[in-house]
């Protein structure tokens, strides 16, 4: 059985991070979304909401796993048996940073973990957490970028309702 693992912050999950996992579960027997701790961010989702609030948005795909972790990517999936790591691209932009670290991930696990790298659809190309996050914060229109409920979570945050 072929499983993957495709990591990421999520906060909060948008129609791009979804693009990505719908896809992988079609390219793979099991997909692993990990929602990481990532110390260089500070989320505005907890691990725990940031969790179910993918739980809920991929309730629909049997063969995908929400789970969080903490600690090198690697690591992680030599504990879980895991050889294969799902990147989504929006733009060259990203695939500098995203081939540093494969290579990076490549060499400390001794040549144990590829990427697998996919092009996000390009109505999505635009979208980031951060940017829907900044459009929420100002009551803007986050509809076309997040599944409902991820919207009124982001409202909430900022205080504001949706009717």
């Given at each position: 059985m072929k499983t993957a693992l495709y990591p990421g912050s999520f906060d909060p999950v948008t129609y791009?991070?979804?693009?990505?996992?719908?896809?992988?579960?079609?390219?793979?027997?099991?997909v692993i979304v990990a929602v990481m701790c990532n110390s260089a961010k500070t989320p505005l989702f907890t691990l725990d909401e940031r969790v179910k609030?993918?739980?809920?948005?991929?309730?629909?795909?049997?063969?995908?796993?929400?789970?969080?972790?903490?600690?090198?990517?690697?690591?992680?999936?030599?504990?879980?048996?895991?050889?294969?790591?799902i990147r989504g691209l929006r733009a060259i932009?990203?695939?500098?940073?995203?081939?540093?670290?494969?290579?990076?991930n490549k060499e400390l696990s001794h040549n144990e973990v590829d990427t697998v790298f996919l092009t996000t659809n390009l109505k999505y190309s635009y979208l980031s957490s951060s940017v829907v996050k900044e459009i929420a914060s100002y009551n803007g229109d986050i509809t076309p970028c997040v599944p409902p409920s991820i919207a009124?979570?982001?409202y909430k945050k900022f205080g504001y309702t949706r009717t």
């Open positions: 791009g991070h979804l693009d990505i996992i719908k896809r992988a579960s079609l390219m793979f027997d099991k609030m993918l739980e809920e948005s991929v309730k629909d795909l049997d063969n995908v796993i929400i789970e969080s972790f903490d600690g090198l990517l690697i690591n992680y999936c030599k504990e879980k048996n895991i050889h294969i790591v932009t990203d695939f500098e940073y995203e081939l540093q670290i494969a290579q990076t009124d979570k982001l």
